[in-house]
T-cell receptor
Framework: DVKVTQSSRYLVKRTGEKVFLECVQD?????MFWYRQDPGLGLRLIYF???????EKGDIPEGYSVSREKKERFSLILESASTNQTSMYLC????????????FGSGTRLTVV | AQSVTQPDIHITVSEGASLELRCNYS??????LFWYVQSPGQGLQLLLK??????LVQGIKGFEAEFKRSQSSFNLRKPSVHWSDAAEYFC?????????????FGTGTKLQVIP
């Protein structure tokens, strides 16, 4: 069964900590995405990557960075976590082509205290 | 830029009743349209997609959706709802740019199913 795996389901971090969220896909997909999901706001795109070492800003990149050193792995980094980054983070991947749907991971619920 | 509107935040239906979830999009060209479902505490799962051809598309779990260009709509339907359909549903529009697409999601409709 094809899969997108996010390393943690729940995380609690302190304000100011550097936080790494990891995502791995086994479908040989070119494209990978990080979204955050908040009640009433739906899913908002943070960053995406269409190739190894390539990255593009999404709609809300401030306070985040990403890394894609290998095709299957896409990491989201919170340089200095803040309480307003408490959220559900969803990773997704897709193949090439605009008609491709996304395959999502199960999400990481991050709480910053 | 594209956008998606799901006007219903929350819908309650009785088990066995029919269901229609509304979705309106805004995009200048022919859109790629998707419906996803999210069970509590889980990621999103693709239900169905439309990108060309027959405007009535069938998906998994007995869902279907109809693309109506004149109304800029892509409503999701199911003839008879089961208790396991209780979840949050997201409509999305994708635009192709080169080898990758940018997908914009609606804010979701939460479905409650009562016995």
């Amino acid at each position: 069964d094809v899969k997108v795996t996010q390393s943690s389901r729940y995380l609690v971090k302190r304000t100011g900590e550097k936080v790494f969220l990891e995502c791995v896909q086994d479908m040989d997909h070119e494209n990978m995405f990080w979204y955050r999901q908040d009640p009433g706001l739906g899913l908002r795109l943070i960053y995406f990557s269409y190739d190894v070492k390539m990255k593009e800003k999404g709609d809300i990149p401030e306070g985040y960075s990403v890394s894609r050193e290998k095709k299957e792995r896409f990491s989201l980094i919170l340089e200095s976590a803040s309480t307003n980054q408490t959220s559900m983070y969803l990773c997704a991947s897709s193949g090439i082509g605009p008609s491709e749907g996304y395959t999502f991971g199960s999400g990481t619920r991050l709480t910053v205290v | 830029a594209q956008s998606v509107t799901q006007p219903d935040i929350h819908i309650t239906v009785s088990e066995g009743a029919s269901l229609e979830l509304r979705c309106n999009y805004s995009y200048g060209a022919t859109p790629y349209l998707f419906w996803y479902v999210q069970s509590p505490g889980q990621g999103l799962q693709l239900l169905l997609k439309y990108f060309s051809g027959d405007t009535l598309v069938q998906g998994i779990k007995g869902f279907e959706a109809e693309f109506k260009r004149s109304q800029s709509s892509f409503n999701l339907r199911k003839p008879s709802v089961h208790w396991s359909d209780a979840a949050e549903y997201f409509c999305a529009v994708g635009t192709g740019t080169g080898g990758y697409q940018k997908v914009t999601f609606g804010t979701g409709t939460k479905l409650q199913v009562i016995p």
